[in-house]
């Protein structure tokens, strides 16, 4: 029998923990079952206290203290202990039916989800078939004030298409807390960002200011960073690189965004939906007599 579950991932702040929240109350305002599985390691408060929390077998703050390691190492350390351990994952979702959609609660470090092969592994694990055969689905966020900063936003997006080929698995690319960005971007300029466009490098605000702060008059002028006088940089150089990101990502066409505004109900609602279509949920799901209570004394003949 299949299992269900999404693995929330994303850098810091993107607000994969506040989705986590929302998708849950969703579920429950929904009468559908969820099983939070909460892997960050320095995780403190949550909303909906985690079903099974990777701080019962190994914190962030012990790794640092018996090991010797800063918080990146001490973080690898804590998942290179769970891969020795997964019996532990094992014995909490080997009992959960189908009716459940297990969610996986991820740090914001991006190198997990880059180049360390430790997730990879994991999923292939997770969905092992004979094993635990939890059909899964990856859900990455960017946050939305990316798209102010067009370079930032394609750094994000490059790490974005970086997990889709690490994880091999359905996955959804999300745009985050896009109630922070209404009134800063036109409609027609966000179906841009949602299907990345090399477009977009053509009319980057943020460069345009940053030339004009450097009193730049020619594309070619070099400028120093304000931060250190001995560096410097060519203006063209830095839009070819940022253009060639660019096409790279739109060349590719893997990767598009869905938007989520986590204070809409709607807007959650039609992730989970795009989750749900990943897992193939509903088609697992058996059909269901109605009951006596569901239909009212008119609709009888």
Not at 60 to 79: R, T
Not at 212 to 241: I, N, W, Y
């Amino acid at each position: 029998m299949s299992k269900f579950g999404t693995m929330v991932m994303g850098p810091a702040g993107a607000g994969k923990s506040t989705f986590c929240a929302a998708l849950i109350t969703h579920l429950n305002l929904n009468r559908r079952s969820s099983f939070y599985v909460n892997l960050d390691p320095a995780a403190e408060s949550f909303e909906h206290q985690p079903d099974l929390d990777i701080k019962d077998l190994i914190s962030l703050h012990d790794a640092m203290e018996e090991v010797g390691l800063g918080p990146n190492g001490g973080l690898i350390y804590c998942f290179e202990f769970l891969m020795e351990n997964l019996d532990w994952l094992t014995e909490s979702l080997d009992g959960l039916t189908e009716d459940y959609l297990i969610i996986f609660d991820m740090p914001g470090q991006i190198e997990l989800y880059t180049h360390i092969p430790i997730l990879p592994t994991l999923m292939r694990f997770l969905s092992q078939p004979g094993s635990l055969d939890v059909r899964m689905a990856a859900v990455y966020l960017l946050e939305a004030t990316f798209v102010v900063d067009r370079a930032k936003f394609f750094a994000g997006t490059l790490s974005a298409m970086s997990a889709m080929l690490m994880l091999e698995v359905p996955h959804i690319n999300v745009l985050s807390k896009m109630d922070l960005v209404k009134g800063q971007v036109k409609k027609k300029d966000m179906k841009k960002f949602l299907t990345p466009d090399t477009a977009l490098m053509d009319d980057d605000p943020v460069e345009h200011e940053r030339r004009l702060r450097a009193g730049e008059e020619d594309a070619d002028d070099e400028f120093k960073r304000p931060d250190d006088k001995d560096q410097v940089m060519k203006g063209t150089s830095f839009r070819k690189l940022n253009r060639a990101v660019a096409g790279l990502i739109e060349n590719f066409s893997m990767v598009n965004y869905l938007k989520l505004d986590v204070t809409n109900e709607d807007s959650v609602a039609a992730i989970l939906s795009y989750i749900d279509d990943c897992i193939q949920f509903h088609e697992a799901q058996d059909p269901k007599e109605p009951k006596d209570e569901d239909f009212e004394e008119g609709d009888e003949e």
